[in-house]
């Protein structure tokens, strides 16, 4: 605030100048005590001027909003979004606003990877004129074992990004075990974020206390990797925040609450919650909306739901003058809603104006040229894709590598003797298993093996790979070729051809991983892409992200990778990638 907006917030505090806008006889959640009392909560400006009993000074200007039998709540806070899972920053930011998300901190990988600093940077300015306040988080690791992407993590550059005011902290770190083992490269980065005075967010599933406790001495503050009350606990006691994530490939929620209830947790001023990235069909459900819900269900009381999805992160950020509760001299970002027990707001207010009601957004988005901010399809190869590029080749003892799927995104690795026919093993006959591949996306080199677990369909195609290259899977190699060459026609997407037929088809042309479609539609896709692998006989979590993190080289236990078939705990090639030229 400037000092004439903070002389007019005090004036209309004390009575001397008209309100802007004026709630009349609502019963107001305190988030900061738990109590639920009837109150007045007047606005100036985007600003809360006071909450009470006294009627406000009001003239012609003033908006008088009577929200009797409403309950109202501060805006939630999403501290972990990967808005870029076919939806873009600007359709999840409609979407979530709508169902109560009023501030979004997000990953910054894709513009980190694939825009210039200034032009990232420009991304970052004009995503915070959308109704969502835009937040950013600052990788420090690429996610991948790519040796040219890493050299993107400049320690100029991270200083730079950490320095930005959008910027909320570093992290996640999915290369943890780098700063674990003291990398020199990731202990200078880390060394930056803490200097910085943001916080750092670590990614360590299934770590063990002296794991977390390492972690932690380096600087980690919170982690959302939690899929158990006692990891929960472990993180709380080390001085962690916790995020209770319920997303589409981890729905946790629901037991962490129930498991945290039963253990007599009692300190959920360190809890938060996220939906960490979750496909269009799952969000249909709703984000922190759903979230709420699920954990007020299992028997937490409402108060600490709520201060869970709003004053908890403002806290934690380091907002909480701004942002997080219903109280003089915060952002009036506000939700009405039915009661307590239903967290969906029949209305929304950002900044001391109604944007959103039952559902829909009531005031126009401004639009993002994505083009202009260089956010567009990337190059690729513009070779006539081969069926051979996903030959797999038997090893020297005549057993095939197959790649078995333990969940959506957890693999393990065994060796076993398959049909070969010219050195080429042939799946004809063994039914569940696929060929799986990733190709360059320039077309050099592919690395490929068997996958089990993922269904029986002749071909799927797609773009949406952590390394930025196509992933292609299926038991037909002139099908997958046809839905490899659809993908690159179209800009990038996903591409599902059986039996001569493209069952299904979406285009992502920004970065091949975001759509411009809003999010209805891509509920509607993504819903008909997740039924139709399930018919596939695919019986994960979410389909999407296994074809995500097939080269993702932070998860256990076998990747495709450009070195080749990569062993992750024991840093192995064990067969490597081949030239395609």
Known sequence: MDSAELTELIRVARGL???????????????????????????????????????PMVDERTVVLDAAGQTLVPGYFEPHAHSCLMYNP???????????????????????????????ER????????????????????????????????????????????????GELTGWKMLFDLDPGMVERVAI??????????????????????MAAGGATACHESISAEDVWARVRLGYYAALRHSSIRPDLPHLIRGLLDTGFTAWDRLMFTTDGASPFFLSAGT??????????????????????SLNPAIYY????????????????????????????????????????????????????????????????????????????AGPDGNVPVIELRNAVITRLVEEPLPVQDGRVVLADCPGCLYAAVIDRMGAWGTTAVLRGFGDFDAVASSHALTGDFVVVGRNQTEMARALQRVIEIGGGICLRNQGD??????????????????????????????????????????VYTLLFLSATHLPAVRLTERGLYEVKTDRVLAPARSLS
């Open 90 to 120: 600007q359709t999840f930011a409609a979407y979530s606003v709508a169902r109560g998300t009023t501030a979004v901190l997000q990953d910054n990988m894709p513009f980190f990877l694939n825009l210039e600093q200034t032009e990232m």
């Open 502 to 543: 493209c069952v299904f088809e979406m285009a992502m042309p920004m970065f091949q991983t975001m759509s411009l479609e809003p999010m209805d539609a891509l509920m509607d896709a993504a819903r008909r892409f997740d039924e139709q692998m399930r018919a596939f006989g695919y019986a994960h979590e979410d389909p």
């Open 193 to 214: 974020a803490r200097a910085s005075g943001k916080r750092i967010e670590t990614h360590n599933p299934g770590a063990s206390i002296h794991t977390l406790n390492v």
């Open 288 to 309: 922190l909306d759903l979230c709420v819900s699920i954990a007020i269900e299992q028997g937490l009381p409402p108060a600490a739901a709520y201060r869970m999805a």
């Open 318 to 393: 380091g907002l909480d003058a701004d942002l997080g509760g219903i109280a003089p001299g915060r952002i009036a970002d506000i939700l009405f809603l039915e009661d307590l027990r239903h967290p969906t707001p029949r209305r929304v207010m950002v900044d001391g104006h109604i944007v959103a009601e039952d559902g829909q957004l009531t005031v126009p988005q401004p639009s993002v040229d994505w083009a202009a901010l260089g956010v567009r399809s990337l190059a690729v190869t513009d070779r006539a894709v081969k069926p051979d590029w996903f030959d797999v080749q």
């Open 17 to 55: 100048s008209p309100a802007n806008a004026w709630i009349r006889n609502a019963a107001v959640l305190n988030v900061y005590t738990g109590e639920v009392s009837e109150a007045h909560v007047v606005v100036s400006g985007k600003r809360i001027a006071y909450v009470g009993d006294r009627d």
């Open 123 to 170: 991304v970052f300015e004009v995503l915070s004129r959308l109704p969502v306040k835009s937040y950013w988080w600052c990788r420090l690791d690429p996610q991948m074992g790519n040796s040219d992407e890493m050299k993107k993590f400049t320690p100029d550059r991270i200083r730079r990004t950490m320095d930005h005011p959008s910027v909320l902290q570093a």
